[in-house]
């Protein structure tokens, strides 16, 4: 299976540049993020590369991993700094949990991917809805 080694790098891009800003921002909030992103994501694809019979169905640890990761991406969207060095890490880093994120949304439902766009996007939720249902 290719999803190990789709989601590796991209989560291995969000601890390097998260290491980079440590200083600067609420770093235990983001560590405490990051080991529940970790956990779901090894649950995920753990269960894409060896299944088994009590693994929870595919698509709610597909769903699981996503939106634990949206939630960090959320903190990250939160996070500001007038240091030109600590911006363009936070930059860095918003971009990799995006990569993630698309990594992620082959995986999940069509109302979680409109979630993103709404939740970090700035997508009105009308839109998001008429998108969902048209």
Same mark, same amino acid.
């Given at each position: 299976m290719t999803?190990?080694? #789709?989601i590796d790098p991209s989560f291995t891009s969000v601890l390097v540049e998260l290491g980079r800003?440590?200083?600067?921002v609420d770093f235990a909030a983001w560590c405490r993020q990051v080991r529940e992103v970790d956990i779901a994501l090894a649950r995920f694809c753990d269960a894409m590369?060896?299944?088994?019979?009590?693994?929870l169905p595919v698509d709610r640890l597909a769903r699981d991993a996503f939106m634990t990761v949206l939630a960090l991406a959320q903190l990250l969207a939160g996070a500001y700094s007038d240091d030109t060095r600590t911006k363009t890490a936070?930059?860095?880093t918003q971009l990799a949990v995006a990569e993630l994120l698309d990594s992620l949304e082959p995986y999940v439902s069509r109302a979680d991917r409109e #979630?993103?766009?709404?939740l970090l996007d700035g997508d009105p939720?009308?839109?998001?809805l008429e998108r969902m249902f048209s």
């Open positions: 999803v190990r080694s #789709t800003v440590r200083h600067e590369d060896a299944p088994r019979p009590d693994d936070l930059e860095l #979630t993103r766009r709404v939720l009308e839109v998001a």
